[in-house]
């Protein structure tokens, strides 16, 4: 299927498995290039820096989990909506290889708030919280704002728990902690 993709999807396809399975920073531009099966002139038009690449990667994964939090969103009436968007993350804990969250993954190996990496980080946690924010108000949550601030702590636990604990009772707890933070 790689052999489809164009070059620079290819490295974005590479980018993204090694980055998620071995980290951004132990991964160099020479393993990229030879797993995409590209030439480091390839590499550097469609991406001028590794840097470059990296933000285009959680760009990528932005996408696939707004696409993960909008179709969960929409199976269930607006009361249960912002339930089954933290179902929709409880459930990515059990997945075959889950390593973390990939943001809280960069994260941690960019610390500069300024740095590309960390605002394109920052972005992603604010669409996720505001979209939570607009989920339980249109609920009827008596305190959205605090909330929204819960279910957005809620999940970063269970991402970094799902890997380093069992992910179907991080699962499980996740659905519990969820669900009385929406009853309140």
């Known amino acids: 299927m ?8 290819r490295l974005l396809e590479t980018a993204s498995r090694l980055f998620y399975s071995e980290g951004i920073h ?3 531009v020479d393993k990229l290039v030879t797993a ?4 480091r002139a390839t590499f550097y038009r469609h991406f001028p820096t590794k840097e470059d690449l990296v933000v285009a990667y959680l760009r990528g994964q932005h996408a ?4 993960g939090v ?9 009361a249960d909506a912002a339930v089954a968007v933290l179902d929709f993350v409880g459930d990515s804990t059990c997945g075959t290889g889950f390593r ?3 943001f809280i993954n960069a994260a941690a190996e960019y610390s500069d708030p300024e740095n590309p990496v960390r605002v394109v980080v920052a972005e ?25 601030a819960a279910l957005v702590l809620l999940r970063d636990g269970a991402l970094q728990g799902g890997e380093l604990d069992d992910p179907e009772q991080v699962k499980a707890t996740l659905r519990r902690a969820s669900r009385q933070v929406l009853a309140s």
């Open 26 to 28: 132990t991964v160099g």
């Open 70 to 78: 909008e179709t969960a969103a929409r199976t269930e009436p607006t």
């Open 100 to 102: 973390g969250c990939p």
């Open 124 to 148: 992603h946690r604010a669409w996720f919280h505001d979209a939570l924010l607009d989920l339980v108000a249109k609920a009827g949550h008596p305190d959205p704002e605090y909330a929204a």
């Open 36 to 39: 995409a099966g590209v030439t």
């Open 2 to 9: 790689t052999e489809t993709l164009s070059p620079r999807d």
């Open 64 to 67: 696939q989990i707004r696409g």
